[in-house]
């Protein structure tokens, strides 16, 4: 056999035994604390036509993308994104809806990254979208549904950091940068290499207000003086004051909340998403190289698919969380309770009906004949392998259980 067919092509990987286990358990538990605060579940495909990812949506690189062909020859991909494949649902099956709409997923997505860097491209996404709302009570929600999901996750130590798209375009627009001094500064701020900020602006001719302005891309946590300082310089560029009014509106809302201690405002922060037209978030912890978290606003994005509807949203990579928690030891408790039913020929009609009954009163039974090559050893540690509570032994002499704890049988 091609030893080559054992193993997985780079950026992906098998996950089973505890890992999985608890990865589903997990996605079960923020699933569930999504639906409380009402957000109904919907499933998108996991491919889609080209377009729906496409240069104008502002989504994924195609350099990115995993592309094939169907039979019509219609260009498809792998979907890299959630959001726009729900905007695209929501534009279709709720476009006519006058109400706020609340959406949640839980899927997979697929980037084809650069090897060196190291990253899944498949990757669990869990996520919600509120579509139809453009107030900074919907903004403050999602931050909330963010926070409330982590600690479900078991996250004690975390931090969301909450700019505005409009500051850094702002900026751009009343300093004139060319698109090629904007990419180069866009880099910069990817890389948190404030210092080649610093550097980078003092090569600009800028008057002074919009010099603080800039100054503030490098502030990881903006308090309430420094904001209402950046209104003020901020008065001659509404692109920026409003990006900065969205910010304050935002926190007075989260004090309400009482998650302000969760929260950092960094007026710098900006994202790859081209389609983010005003808040944006990144949520961070201990034991993971990226963010675990992103989301904003993107009010533009239904109308690349014939409906104009504010909306905002946010996704968690499952992956990132459980690595984070993994390397913070924060357990997510498996209760392991299912029943081994190890039966002869003689006494496989009275285990099989035990088993059926077992399993109507919600229990989990394994069932595996016995081998007569192996021994009651062999079954007791082949239960301990697959973290199996109890191991029920069907002789025609009679019956035995033995239960199976961390130190040793009962």
């Known amino acids: 056999m091609d030893q080559r067919l054992l193993h997985t092509p780079e950026g992906v990987r098998d996950i089973y035994n505890d890992e999985c286990e608890k990865k589903l358990l997990l996605q079960d538990n923020l699933h ?28 994924t690189p195609s350099k990115d993308l995993y592309k094939f062909f169907d039979r019509e020859g219609n260009t498809l991909v792998l979907r890299p994104d959630m959001t726009p494949s729900v905007a695209r649902s929501a534009a279709k099956y709720f476009g006519d809806e006058d109400m706020p709409v609340r959406l949640c997923y ?13 990253r899944l491209k498949e990757n669990t996404q869990l996520g919600a979208e509120l579509i139809g709302d453009s107030t900074a009570d919907a903004d403050a929600e999602m931050i909330a549904v963010v926070t409330a999901c982590l600690k479900e996750a ?24 060319s698109r090629e001094q904007e990419e180069e500064l866009r880099d910069l701020l990817s890389n948190k290499n ?13 008057n002074e207000d919009l010099k603080r302005l800039f100054g503030m891309l490098g502030v990881l946590d903006a308090d309430g003086d420094e904001l209402a300082a950046a209104k003020r310089f901020a008065a001659s560029y509404p692109r920026i004051l409003r990006a900065i009014e969205g910010l304050e509106a935002l926190r007075n809302i989260l004090e309400v909340y009482e998650i302000s201690r969760y929260v950092s405002f960094e007026p710098g922060i900006i994202s790859n ?3 983010y037209t005003g808040i944006i978030f990144q949520g961070y912890t201990f034991g993971s190289g990226e963010p675990i978290v992103r989301g904003g606003r993107y009010d533009e994005l239904l109308t690349h698919f014939g409906k104009k509807r ?4 946010f996704a968690i990579v499952v992956d990132q969380l459980l690595a984070a928690l993994s390397h ?30 077992k399993r109507a009163d919600d229990c989990s039974v394994e ?10 050893a062999d079954y007791i540690a082949y239960a301990r392998r697959n973290h199996i509570a109890a191991v029920h032994f069907w002789r025609e002499d009679g019956q035995e259980t033995v239960r199976l704890t961390e130190n040793g049988d009962e």
Not at 157 to 171: M, R, W, Y
Not at 195 to 202: A, H, I, P, T, W
């Open 32 to 59: 569930r604390r999504l639906r409380r605060y009402g957000y109904h579940p919907i499933q998108t495909p996991s491919f889609e036509f080209f377009d729906i990812f496409g240069r104008e949506i502002g989504s």
């Open 106 to 118: 839980l899927g997979n997505t697929y980037i084809n990254n650069n090897s060196y860097q190291g």
């Open 154 to 177: 078991g996250l004690a130590q975390f931090q969301i950091s909450v700019g505005h798209a409009d500051f850094f375009l702002g900026l751009m627009e009343a300093a004139g940068l």
């Open 194 to 206: 404030f210092f080649g900020v610093e550097e980078f602006v003092s090569t600009l001719h800028l």
């Open 273 to 275: 998403y081209r389609y």
């Open 310 to 313: 504010a909306s905002i949203g």
């Open 328 to 357: 913070q030891k924060i357990e997510i408790p498996l209760k392991h309770q299912t029943v081994l039913a190890v039966y002869t020929p003689k006494t496989r009609e009275q285990a099989i009906r035990w088993a059926c009954s």
């Open 367 to 376: 069932l595996i004949l016995c081998d007569g090559a192996k021994s009651k």
